[in-house]
């Protein structure tokens, strides 16, 4: 059955956002590899990169993964986090060097390469003690819905109900039909023609624990082809296959001492749950205008996304009737499979500079820049669409990227280190902050085979907002991403 679901800002965000996992190097040196190539994951910045190679080139890279989060709501501090380990990037270059030594055309590659695009595993914990309940959210989306159906007929379920009003009027009757199934708010008047709710939880102070645990990775398959142009041009274009495997799960618990309320526990789960494949292309070029200086172009399209997603749901109360303790359970036990729906995250422009010194190291730079105010769902003409994306249009905005690398070789040994700097996405730069990174790395070259290690740490703060509508307080959120790798690359 196909269900109806409004999506929101932050489903955009995720998977506009671009964390490109690539080799140990790198991520060393920050992924300022716009103007350089020469290491085979460079071509998920600059297409161009790989026909900089002179021979052919594989290499695979490990990871370990570590998130700390830090929260603060009403006053209340709690840590929490998260570790993995994973294999984020693999991939191949094969050059084929031109046999006509009257041809411009020097060299043809074409590269194959898998990157992790975006780490999405994390476990944040909120605790705290606020003031305003959980009933507001359900009262939100009952406001307006008549109680009729919000009544079981004879012989129906409460499971049968909800999965009727899913199909037929949408997730907010379905949580207007858990609110008012457990107790959690009362018709104005007890009549099938009331369209009018108040919270059956009285005004006060909430003790509230809300878990936001999540699963999954994005990532980008890519099938590169480069050249090169007499002694000093590179050009090249990628074809990109992208994935998303998610999965979220948001748990609730609030409890009340309030006077005059019927209710005072509460125990709500989402469960949501998100696949989606997507396609875009990269062109780019890289100049050599001196043999030490070197500058790079690129331009990445829009990806386009089809998408699709089913929840889950379970809502568990308990009131005081007469001085007992009474425990409702609301499971549906109903799986929402939502219609498939489309999404364009924006494209990207991207200018590189680089400067080597010889055989004994390079510095490189790269910036970026993507609007994330173009992000659109679609179809646009649907009323939900087009809401979102007016408020993506007001919410959000062009943002810049910074990368600076930088590598010194000593014989066989290379030393590296990085920093990167992505401006906020919001216009408010409050909702989510401005991301900072730190990197540094080794790498030791056995002639055939190279062995590199990187370690990354990314910070970035964010407000939390609890629910989209209702309960929409936040905490103040830091998280901090922590990163080694390991890459095992062999010369063929």
Same mark, same amino acid.
């Given at each position: 059955?196909?269900?109806?679901?409004?999506?929101?800002? +932050?489903?955009?965000?995720?998977?506009? @956002?671009? /964390? *490109?996992?690539? =080799?140990?190097? &790198?991520?060393?040196? !920050?992924?300022?590899?716009?103007?350089?190539?020469?290491?085979?994951?460079?071509?998920?910045?600059?297409?161009?990169?790989?026909?900089?190679?002179?021979?052919?080139?594989?290499?695979?890279?490990?990871?370990?993964?570590?998130?700390?989060?830090?929260?603060?709501?009403?006053?209340?501090?709690?840590?929490?986090?998260?570790?993995?380990?994973?294999?984020?990037?693999?991939?191949?270059?094969?050059?084929?060097?031109?046999?006509?030594?009257?041809?411009?055309?020097?060299?043809?590659?074409?590269?194959?390469?898998?990157?992790?695009?975006?780490?999405?595993? +994390?476990?944040?914990?909120?605790?705290? @003690?606020? /003031? *305003?309940?959980? =009933?507001?959210? &359900?009262?939100?989306? !009952?406001?307006?819905?008549?109680?009729?159906?919000?009544?079981?007929?004879?012989?129906?379920?409460?499971?049968?109900?909800?999965?009727?009003?899913?199909?037929?009027?949408?997730?907010?009757?379905?949580?207007?039909?858990?609110?008012?199934?457990?107790?959690?708010?009362?018709?104005?008047?007890?009549?099938?023609?009331?369209?009018?709710?108040?919270?059956?939880i009285a005004p006060g102070q909430f003790n509230q624990q809300y878990s936001y645990l999540t699963r999954g990775y994005t990532g980008k398959y890519t099938l590169n082809f480069s050249t090169q142009y007499g002694e000093k041009l590179f050009l090249g274009v990628n074809l990109n296959s992208h994935v998303i495997d998610y999965e979220q799960r948001t748990v609730l618990f609030e409890t009340n001492s309030n006077t005059g309320s019927t209710t005072d526990a509460v125990f709500f789960e989402n469960n949501l749950g998100v696949l989606g494949s997507g396609f875009s292309a990269q062109v780019g070029g890289i100049a050599k205008l001196s043999e030490e200086f070197r500058i790079g172009f690129t331009y990445d399209t829009p990806t386009w996304y089809n998408i699709s997603e089913e929840t889950i749901q379970y809502l568990e109360s308990d009131r005081t009737v007469?001085?007992?303790?009474?425990?409702?359970?609301?499971?549906?036990?109903?799986?929402?499979?939502?219609?498939?729906?489309?999404?364009?995250?924006?494209?990207?422009?991207?200018?590189?500079?680089?400067?080597?010194?010889?055989?004994?190291?390079?510095?490189?730079?790269?910036?970026?820049?993507?609007?994330?105010?173009?992000?659109?769902?679609?179809?646009?003409?649907?009323?939900?669409?087009?809401?979102?994306?007016?408020?993506?249009?007001?919410?959000?905005?062009?943002?810049?990227?910074?990368?600076?690398?930088?590598?010194?070789?000593?014989?066989?040994?290379?030393?590296?280190?990085?920093?990167?700097?992505?401006?906020?996405?919001?216009?408010?730069?409050?909702?989510?902050?401005?991301?900072?990174?730190?990197?540094?790395?080794?790498?030791?070259?056995?002639?055939?085979?190279?062995?590199?290690?990187?370690?990354?740490?990314?910070?970035?703060?964010?407000?939390?907002?609890?629910?989209?509508?209702?309960?929409?307080?936040?905490?103040?959120?830091?998280?901090?991403?922590?990163?080694?790798?390991?890459?095992?690359?062999?010369?063929?």
């Open positions: 059955m196909a269900f109806t679901q409004a999506q929101n800002i +932050n489903d955009g965000l995720r998977y506009a @956002t671009d /964390n *490109t996992n690539g =080799s140990a190097r &790198f991520q060393a040196m !920050a992924g300022a590899f716009g103007a350089l190539g020469g290491d085979v994951s460079s071509m998920a910045i600059n297409p161009a990169g790989t026909s900089i190679f002179l021979f052919n080139k594989a290499d695979i890279t490990f990871s370990v993964d570590d998130i700390e989060n830090s929260s603060t709501y009403f006053g209340t501090s709690r840590t929490s986090g998260d570790s993995r380990v994973d294999v984020v990037q693999g991939g191949g270059v094969f050059v084929f060097d031109s046999y006509n030594d009257e041809s411009p055309w020097r060299k043809f590659t074409i590269g194959l390469n898998y990157n992790r695009t975006q780490d999405l595993d +994390n476990e944040l914990f909120i605790q705290g @003690t606020g /003031n *305003t309940s959980i =009933s507001q959210f &359900f009262l939100e989306q !009952a406001q307006g819905v008549p109680l009729d159906l919000l009544e079981t007929r004879i012989g129906e379920s409460v499971g049968e109900l909800y999965q009727f009003l899913g199909e037929t009027r949408g997730t907010g009757a379905q949580n207007a039909l858990l609110g008012f199934q457990g107790f959690i708010i009362n018709p104005v008047e007890n009549n099938a023609g009331n369209t009018q709710y108040s919270s059956a007469n001085g007992a303790t009474l425990t409702t359970i609301i499971d549906p036990r109903v799986v929402n499979v939502f219609a498939d729906y489309d999404l364009r995250t924006p494209g990207k422009l991207g200018a590189s500079a680089a400067y080597i010194f010889g055989g004994n190291g390079l510095l490189s730079f790269d910036y970026s820049y993507k609007d994330y105010s173009n992000i659109k769902f679609r179809p646009s003409g649907d009323p939900a669409f087009a809401a979102t994306n007016t408020n993506i249009e007001n919410s959000l905005k062009g943002a810049s990227t910074f990368r600076v690398g930088g590598e010194a070789r000593i014989d066989n040994v290379s030393l590296r280190a990085g920093y990167r700097f992505e401006e906020s996405p919001y216009e408010n730069e409050t909702t989510v902050g401005d991301l900072t990174g730190y990197s540094a790395g080794i790498g030791y070259n056995f002639g055939e085979v190279n062995l590199d290690l990187s370690y990354t740490r990314t910070s970035q703060d964010r407000n939390q907002q609890l629910y989209n509508v209702g309960l929409t307080d936040s905490a103040q959120i830091e998280q901090v991403n922590n990163t080694v790798l390991l890459t095992l690359g062999i010369s063929l």
